[in-house]
């Protein structure tokens, strides 16, 4: 790799942990429906001035169904109820290990020996972090972050299934799919503090 990239990577590593910092202290003010909902909002903007997705729409839908209301719907809740946002950043990279899972029983793509052997050393590490932060903290917690990493797979599964030919337009659209009860208002303020309490 050229220095340029290697520093192009290092800057999406730092942008990627500011993230769950960002979404953490957001949190605190926000509970998940809002936090959810800036996909919307960033969405509909967008498609006005893009052209259709250039995929099926089936394709769409179930790539948005996938990442807005499984992933975010169970990451959202996963911090809000006390995930601290480094170890979630963490955690949720282990959607290499479900990724690689998956495409080895829906893609028949068959994992090399050293990638059986990194699978193993990952596993080892997120049962490591399960053990260690389970026996002191509420599974209401670990437990949907650890889910976000097995459903953040499966779009990984679908777009390399469906390879859209302009990735913007497919992420805008797939954005715009309509997020679940975990993405769309509360009906009162207490609703979710009272589901995930703080």
């Given at each position: 790799?050229?220095p ?5 990577a ?14 953490d ?6 509970p ?15 498609i006005?001035?893009i052209?259709?997705?250039l ?18 719907g ?6 809000y ?38 699978l ?19 599974f ?8 976000t ?5 499966l779009?990984?599964i ?7 030919p ?12 309509p ?20």
């Open positions: 790799m050229k340029f990239h290697i520093m192009l290092i800057a999406v590593a730092a942008l990627w942990g500011i993230d769950f910092v960002v979404i202290v957001g949190l605190t003010e926000f998940p429906p809002f936090s959810a909902f800036r996909f919307v909002l960033c969405a509909i903007p967008a006005c001035f052209g259709g997705p995929t099926r729409w089936h394709w769409v839908f179930a790539v948005g169904v996938l990442l807005g209301r499984c992933m975010f169970l990451m959202f809740p996963g911090t109820a006390g995930m601290p946002a480094g170890l979630t950043s963490l955690v949720v990279q282990s959607q290499a290990l479900f990724t690689v899972v998956f495409a080895a029983v829906l893609l028949r793509e068959r994992p090399g020996p050293t990638k059986v052997i990194g193993l050393i990952a596993a080892i590490g997120v049962a490591a972090i399960a053990i260690d932060y389970g026996t002191s903290s509420p209401l917690a670990f437990g949907p972050v650890i889910l990493a097995a459903f953040w797979g779009p990984n679908a777009s390399r299934k469906v390879q859209p302009d990735l913007f337009r497919f992420m805008v659209w797939v954005s715009a799919v997020r679940s009860r975990c993405s769309s208002p509360p009906r009162s303020p207490k609703e979710w503090t009272g589901i995930w309490p703080r």
